[in-house]
Nanobody, 122 residues
Framework: QMQLAESGGGLVQAGDSLKLSCVAS???????MGWFRQAPGKERELVAG???????YYADSVKGRFNITRDNARGAVYLQMNSLKPEDTAIYYC?????????????????WGRGTQVTVSS
């Protein structure tokens, strides 16, 4: 059972930046990795994902502002978030699955972190 541990959330002002980190307990080389978020009263959505070939996906709402990277040697995935907006406020979850398409199209994943809160004040 792979365990995921997120860090890096916090309270920031609009326009600020944050970097989220997620470290997996197992090897991630052959997996897709991603970041979901869920705001109060809203459905969980895939914000950004990267497959094992380093193909990336971004939700339209974060394109040009967020950047996802992975470090297979560390079993880690990162989400650099720039120009943060109040609407980015949510709990952010790290996720790992065999396929990026599964996360993108079905919103599901094999493994989930516990989440880290990101709050952006206006």
């Amino acid at each position: 059972q792979m365990q995921l541990a997120e860090s890096g959330g916090g309270l920031v002002q609009a326009g600020d930046s944050l970097k989220l980190s997620c470290v997996a307990s197992g090897r991630t080389l052959n997996y897709a990795m991603g970041w979901f978020r869920q705001a109060p009263g809203k459905e969980r959505e895939l914000v950004a994902g990267v497959n094992k070939f380093d193909f990336t996906y971004y939700a339209d709402s974060v394109k040009g502002r967020f950047n996802i990277t992975r470090d297979n040697a560390r079993g880690a995935v990162y989400l650099q978030m720039n120009s943060l907006k109040p609407e980015d406020t949510a709990i952010y979850y790290c996720a790992v699955d065999a396929l990026l398409n599964t996360m993108r199209d079905y919103g599901s994943a094999n493994y989930w972190g516990r989440g880290t809160q990101v709050t952006v004040s206006s």
